[in-house]
């Protein structure tokens, strides 16, 4: 693997804004004629169309889950794949970064989509969706042109537009009608808490998460916000009612278990947790303290060390407020990890302290008060207390 891949792949894991990884597919579209056995007969009967909903797995990038579209049909089982990108594509991780990131649908035979999951021990359930031959046939026209070479290529937005998103805006613009969600009550979630609840297992990814996004996943979200994660989708689908002409009948007709969950094993994180690091340096910079003051010197190499430190994580953060990726452009995480400490390492490296001590204390206070406003990475308020421990004459 070269290096360029494991930059890619760092990033990618770094925001966690991915679905799973398939091969890419150079399966066909493969949209069957029809042919009429009687007078009275509907191709139409024949076809089973589902929503998979595939539980998530701890390999890092599968945290989330995933969802597709099942057509069944005799000999015709097809999987409609809206999780396809490639690594291979121009300036990947770069467009990744601004959130340019392009993804793609892909249909290919069911048979090649549940091994995957069944390997990893994720569970695969299935809902039976319960449309009319018309509505089947529409779509069908709508995945056809979904499929189109022109169509199936577009801008994936993890909180908006996604893999979970995709096959529910396809699904109700099939329906001759209107879907009905029964409202959860007391279920407001913002995006932040969703995210940690799916990284509870991955503290470090849960920090990169936080430290990432910013005051906007604070929010409460509705209903149709929370369905970016399957999970969220196949619990609202199979409470929905489709009305129509003063009738209703349910969206899913039958909920089964394709594929059993099975045994996981959670894949380690690093050795010490965020809070646990955090700690250590506080320990290490209490006792740099306590050797500058008997010593009755200034450590400047250990005010650099964090300044570029504290530097470089703005500058990741500065980056991010030009990216597409939802709810990174207002992050009170730049009140202190910002690049400014960059311009006073120079001064600080030739004594001259006291202005960076105001603008270090100003930047602290400033964070402190956005605590109120977003919730921050586990362990920062812990580093933010490092350094305010430096902020002496």
């Known amino acids: 693997m070269n290096i360029k891949r494991l930059l890619t792949i760092a990033i990618v894991l770094s925001v966690s804004h991915i679905t799973p990884i398939f091969a890419q597919s150079d399966a066909k ?15 139409m009967d024949s076809v089973e169309v589902s929503l998979l909903t595939c539980s998530p797995h701890e390999e890092i990038y599968s945290l989330y889950g995933h969802a597709a579209l099942r057509w069944h049909e005799g000999d015709t089982d097809m999987v409609f794949n809206w999780g396809m990108f490639s690594f291979s594509k121009p300036y990947f991780a770069l467009r990744f970064v601004f959130g340019l990131t392009d993804y793609e649908l892909a249909a290919y035979p069911f048979d090649r989509f549940w091994p995957y999951y069944q390997q990893w021990g994720s569970s695969i359930t299935e809902q039976v969706l319960n449309l009319t031959n018309d509505e089947k046939r529409k779509l069908k026209k709508l995945l056809a042109e979904n499929l189109e070479p022109e169509n199936r290529v577009y801008r994936y937005n993890f909180f908006y537009n996604n893999c979970s998103t995709k096959p529910r805006d396809v699904v109700e613009n099939s329906i001759n009608g209107q879907v009905i969600y029964n409202e959860r009550e007391d279920y407001e979630p913002s995006f932040r808490d969703m995210v940690r609840e799916c990284t509870r297992n991955h503290l470090w990814s849960k920090c990169g998460n936080d430290m990432l996004l910013g005051l906007k996943a604070d929010m409460k979200t509705n209903r149709s916000e929370q369905e970016f994660l399957p999970m969220n989708l196949m619990q609202d689908f199979a409470h929905a009612q489709i009305y129509k ?4 009948r349910p969206l ?6 394709l594929v059993m969950p099975g045994v996981q094993q959670i894949e380690p994180d ?12 506080l320990v290490i910079s209490l006792a740099i303290a306590l050797y500058e003051w008997k010593r009755k010197k200034i450590a400047k190499w250990y005010d650099v060390l964090l300044m570029t430190v504290q530097g470089l994580a703005g500058i990741v ?12 452009s207002l992050n009170l995480n730049l009140l202190l990890f910002n690049p400014l400490p960059l311009l006073f390492i120079p001064a ?9 001590r105001k603008v270090q204390f100003s930047m602290l206070i400033l964070f402190a008060i956005g605590g109120i406003f977003q919730s921050y990475a586990e362990g920062i308020w812990i580093v933010a207390l ?3 421990s430096r902020l002496k004459k």
Request: net charge negative; proline share 8%.
């Open 252 to 257: 899913v007709k039958e909920q089964r278990m």
């Open 270 to 281: 690093f050795i010490l947790t965020p809070t646990e690091l955090a700690l250590i340096l």
């Open 245 to 248: 002409d003063g009738e209703y």
């Open 29 to 43: 579209p493969q949209i069957v004629a029809f042919e009429h056995i009687g007078p009275n007969f509907d191709p």
């Open 386 to 388: 490092c350094l305010l």
């Open 348 to 356: 600080i490296i030739k004594g001259k302290r006291g202005l960076w």
């Open 317 to 328: 953060l500065t980056v991010m407020i030009f990216s597409q990726h939802p709810t990174t």
